[in-house]
Structure formats: C-alpha cells, structure tokens
C-alpha cells in the first residue's frame, strides 16, 4: 500500500515540476508580446493637402516625401515606413499617403522637409492619420 | 502660433543679438522696444546671458549652435530658479535640438520650437513638430507641451505685463 502512495506522489511531483518548466520557459521567452503581431503591421494613411505656387504630381509628390524621409532618418527608415501616395487629386491637391504604424510619426516628421519640386515651391500640411482607407477617401471627399 | 518679425502676421517680436551685458543694457532703451513687442535675446557671451535671465523685459533666450557653450549647468540651474523661456529654431542641428530636450527635463520648462521661415514652405505644421520632437526623443505629451502650451503660456505672460 505504502509503495502505491510513493509512486503516486512521485507522479504528482513530476507533473508539477513539467508544469513549473513549462510555465517559467513561457514567461523567459516573453510570449504574451508576439500576440500584438497583427497590430504592429497595421496600415496607417495619412491625409494631407498641398500648399504650392503652380500645381504638382502625385509622382513627383512622392518621390520628394520619399528623399525627405531618406535625408532625415536614412535607408533603414525608408524601408520601414516604406510611404507611398495611394491617392492625389489634382484639383484640390489633396492626398493621401500610406504607411505603417511603426513609421507613420517619421513621416509625419519628414513632411516639412519636402521644399520644392523642380524648382516650385511646395508645404505639405498633414491634416489627419487614420486607419482605414475608406476613412481616408471619405476625409478628401471621395466615395 | 506666429510671431514675426515685421509684425505683419501674429504678434510682433524683436531678436537682439548681445555680445555682453552693457550692449544688452542699452539695446533695450532703444524706441523699437515696445510695450506690447515680444523681446527675444540671443546672448553671445556668459554675461549677456546673465543679464538675460535676470532681466524682466526679456521674454526668451535664443538657444543656437553658436551659443550653446555657454548654457553651462549653472546658467541651466539660473534659468530655471527664473522661469525663463528658451526658444530654439528647428533649422538647428538635430544634435542641439537632441540637448534642448534633454535639457528640457531637466532645467528648462519653458521651451519653445519656432521654425523661424521666411517663407510660406518653410512653416512646420504642429502635428509634423510633434513627431519631430519625438522622433529625437521626447515624450508625446510633452512634445505637444513644448509645441502648443508653451508659447500660449508666453503670449500670456506678455498679455499680464502689459495689463
């Protein structure tokens, strides 16, 4: 009877120490972080119009946001935030540029640096960063 | 928020560049230096410096890459035992404005980000400040303190001197 009760406490003892293991490896490895994965890779647009002497192009707009984020924060950062003009409409010069969640303050932090455009002076005025796209689109008046 | 220097836009300012403090002295006797004029000095030497905190007529100090050696600790701790406001131009180095934030928590409350253009493309709007003052390190709320409250709490000021 009393070899029965070892082998029983033996077992519980086991189960409790794999548990333990278990528990402690779950909390070293920092687990419960890897959960916001989807969060961390969220699109962010943000909405902005165009203060400029003559008009400008969606393309050339870009391509300034894109050297202003590249002379301030680098190639890394340029890669991260990876900014693009998804939307410009010519006739109220108002835009929309998306980016991601980790990037869109350097962004927003390198706006002020786009000066000119072949010669034409230009202000990019961020207005409103959002989420979703469709939010955007409404923000500028497009369905 | 605009001050400008030929008053056209916002509330007028005068920006005095002082080597010491006797300039300083005589500077602000001069008829340009109006009641309702904000005064901002840019002192190039520990004495005119001095004489800048000290003085209540000064409303800032102009924090720049050429003067910085003289914002030594005790010129920090002075500024703070007199509240003084301290602006620094965006146009600086990233390196200066790195130390203007750093120095912003420890001694300079009154801080204050202008982004002193002469023309139209070269106005920071306040969120694009925001982000980059964050960027180079500081906290969002008191990027937004350094940006929005700060020189509301300057244009106060010069409102209960002048009233």
């Given amino acids: 009877m009393n070899s029965i009760q070892l082998i029983i406490d033996i077992i519980l003892i086991l189960w409790l120490l794999i548990l333990t293991v278990l528990y402690l490896r779950k909390k070293s490895l920092n687990l419960n972080i890897v ?57 109220t010069q108002e835009g929309i ?31 409103r960063t959002t989420g979703s796209l469709k939010k955007a689109k409404k923000l500028i008046g497009l369905k | ?28 006797k001069k008829p340009f230096i109006e009641r309702d004029v904000l005064v901002f000095v840019k002192p190039l030497s520990i004495d005119a410096l001095k004489y800048a905190i000290i003085n209540k007529r000064v409303n800032a100090v102009i924090l720049a890459d050429d003067n910085m050696r003289i914002f030594k600790k005790s010129m920090l701790n002075l500024l703070r035992s007199y509240d003084k406001f301290v602006e620094v131009s965006l146009k600086s180095s990233s390196g200066l404005l790195y130390n203007a934030i750093v120095f912003a928590y420890k001694w300079i409350p009154n801080i204050i980000f202008s982004s002193y253009a002469s023309d139209f493309n070269e106005i920071w709007s306040p969120i694009s400040k925001i982000s980059y003052l964050t960027v180079l390190g500081a906290d969002e709320e008191e990027a937004y303190k350094f940006v929005i409250l700060n020189p509301i709490k300057l244009l106060n000021e010069l409102n209960s001197t002048n009233n």
């Fill in chain 1, 35 to 91: 959960k916001n994965k989807k969060i961390v890779r969220a699109k962010r647009y943000i909405v902005f119009y165009v203060i400029a002497e003559s008009k400008v192009k969606g393309d050339d707009l870009e391509r300034v946001v894109r050297n202003s984020l590249k002379d301030l924060l680098g190639n890394v950062w340029l890669n991260i935030a990876n900014p693009k003009v998804v939307t410009y409409r010519e006739d």
């Fill in chain 1, 97 to 127: 540029i998306s980016t991601n969640r980790i990037g869109y303050k350097a962004v927003l932090a390198s706006l002020p640096f786009a000066k000119e455009i072949n010669g034409n002076k230009i202000l990019i005025v961020p207005r």
């Fill in chain 2, 1 to 28: 928020m605009v001050f400008s220097e030929d008053g056209l836009v916002g509330i007028k300012r005068v920006t005095i560049k002082a080597e010491n403090g006797n300039q300083l002295k005589k500077m602000l």
